[in-house]
């Protein structure tokens, strides 16, 4: 699987688009980045997913770039709710499980 | 409906004990995981079954680790005997279409 690199943290003001980064290099024609994130005390819990195409759900926007060795997770309206650990992991469509890293501490300030 | 469950959501024992920890994936979900978190360390993937079959269970540290998923429905992960380098949140998936997995609260397991 492909290594990825991530901020070990970062700010964002509350109602502000949180933007976190991560660095893919060595990914891949078949794998695909997933986003994870870790709110204290509770389990993970997935966000969103892509291969190429930027994609959108209720949640996020996953903007992937063109050579894909980089992608962006985006939080349109970060809340405070959204302070956590992002986790941003690269795996094969045929993966069965997931390897975690030590993620983004996203930090949401009032 | 029904998300991940994990029993107990707490467990202190005494270096040397036994401890079970049970999971109940979502209903349907034949992939079940089991991960942990040690303080201060990264999660790490403990095994993976399907229904009842063991997949993988590459990260088992050793052999006081055993799980099983009876009937491949709930599943428990038993230590015994406990250390105190056990001491850790585990976490228990499930999942439908990997790698998209849904966890639940986790088992806060402290040895002493």
């Known amino acids: 699987d492909a290594k990825t690199t991530q901020p070990p943290s970062m700010d964002c003001a509350e109602g502000r688009a949180a933007n976190l980064p991560c660095n893919h290099s060595t990914i891949s024609g078949n794998e695909y980045v997933y986003w994870y994130r870790q709110i204290h005390s509770q389990g993970p819990q997935y966000i969103i997913h892509?291969?190429?195409n930027n994609e959108t759900n209720e949640m996020a926007s996953l903007i992937i770039t063109e050579d894909r060795k980089s992608s962006t997770l985006i939080l349109p309206h970060a809340t405070l709710r959204d302070t956590a650990v992002y986790y941003c992991i690269v795996r094969s469509g045929s993966a069965r499980q997931l390897t975690f890293g030590s993620g983004t501490q996203l930090t949401v300030l009032p | 409906e029904a998300g991940v469950t994990q029993f107990p959501s707490h467990s202190v024992i005494e270096k040397g004990q036994t401890v079970t920890l049970r999971c109940d994936p979502i209903s349907g979900h034949d992939n079940l995981y089991w991960y942990r978190r040690v303080m201060g360390k990264e999660i790490k993937f403990l095994l993976h079954?399907?229904?009842?079959?063991?997949?993988?269970e590459s990260g088992m540290p050793n052999n006081r680790f055993l799980a099983e998923r009876t009937g491949g429905t709930y599943s428990t992960l038993k230590v015994q005997p406990a250390e105190l380098e056990d001491s850790g949140v585990y976490f228990c998936a499930s999942s439908q279409v990997p790698p998209r997995l849904f966890f639940g609260s986790g088992t806060q397991l402290s040895v002493l």
């Open positions: 079954f399907v229904k009842e079959s063991k997949q993988d």
């Open positions: 892509g291969l190429k």
